[in-house]
C-alpha cells in the first residue's frame, strides 16, 4: 500500500531564508508527484508537477526535486516570504492521488 | 473559465439527513475524485470515476454514495449523515492516467452533521 510521509509537520522561519520540505513514498511505480498549497480554510492550489521520467520542476522560486529509486521528493522555497505562510501538502499519483498530511510552513517578517 | 465548481460550500445537517454534493467541471476531463480532508488525517479517498457512467470506491468508502451520469458531473450522496462524516470534501478532476496529468481541485464544501 502506498504510504506518503510529510517532514517536518510544522515549520516556522523569519522572512528570507531558503528552505526545504521534504517527502517521502513507499512505492516507486508512480505516474507522477503533484505538489500542493493550502490556504486556512481554502482549497488546493497546485504549484508543481514532477512526471515520473522527471528529476526536477521549477517555478519562479520553487523548485521541486523527485528520485523515484529513494522515494523522495523535496521543495525547495527560495527567499521566504510572509505569503509563503500556508501548508504544503504533496501527493503521488497512482491513477489517483495520495496525500501526505503536509508541512504546515509560518514565514514572519 | 470555471474549473473544477462544488456545489454547496457550506451546509449543516443533522443526523440522519440525507443531501448529495454536486462537483461540475467544464475542462472535459474523464476523471473525478471525491475526497475527504480531516485534522491529522489528510486528504482521504471517498470514491472516484474514471469516465461516465463508472464508479469506483476509494480508501473511505463507507456511509456514501456516488454517480456519474453525465461527463461533466459528480455527485457524492449522504444517505443517512452521521457526525462521523462532519469534514471538509473536495472534489477533483483529471484528464486521465499518465505522468503528464495533474489534477485540478475545487474549492472544498465544509459539512458538519450535529
Known amino acids: 500500500k502506498q504510504e506518503v510521509t510529510q517532514i517536518p509537520a510544522a515549520l516556522s522561519v523569519p522572512e528570507g531564508e531558503n528552505l526545504v520540505l521534504n517527502c517521502s513514498f513507499t512505492d516507486s511505480a508512480i505516474y507522477n508527484l503533484q505538489w500542493f498549497r493550502q490556504d486556512p480554510g481554502k482549497g488546493l492550489t497546485s504549484l508543481l508537477l514532477?512526471?515520473?521520467?522527471?528529476r526536477e520542476q521549477t517555478s519562479g522560486r520553487l523548485n521541486a526535486s523527485l528520485d523515484k529509486s529513494s522515494g523522495r521528493s523535496t521543495l525547495y522555497i527560495a527567499a521566504s516570504q510572509p505569503g509563503d505562510s500556508a501548508t504544503y501538502l504533496c501527493a503521488v499519483n497512482i491513477d489517483k492521488l495520495i496525500f501526505g498530511t503536509g508541512t504546515r510552513l509560518q514565514v514572519f517578517p | 473559465n470555471a474549473g473544477v465548481t462544488q456545489t454547496p460550500k457550506f451546509r449543516v445537517l443533522k443526523t440522519g439527513q440525507s443531501m448529495t454534493l454536486l462537483c461540475a467541471q467544464d475542462?472535459?476531463?474523464?476523471?473525478m475524485y471525491w475526497y475527504r480532508q480531516d485534522p491529522g488525517m489528510g486528504l482521504r479517498l471517498i470514491h472516484y470515476s474514471v469516465g461516465e457512467g463508472t464508479t469506483a470506491k476509494g480508501e473511505v468508502p463507507d456511509g456514501y454514495n456516488v454517480s456519474r451520469l453525465k461527463k461533466q458531473n459528480f455527485l457524492l450522496g449522504l444517505e443517512s449523515a452521521a457526525p462521523s462524516q462532519t469534514s471538509v470534501y473536495f472534489c477533483?478532476?483529471?484528464?486521465?492516467?499518465?505522468?503528464?496529468?495533474?489534477?485540478?481541485f475545487g474549492s472544498g464544501t465544509r459539512l458538519t452533521v450535529v
Open positions: 514532477i512526471q515520473s521520467s522527471q
Open positions: 477533483a478532476s483529471s484528464y486521465g492516467a499518465g505522468s503528464v496529468y495533474g489534477y485540478t
Open positions: 475542462m472535459n476531463h474523464e476523471y
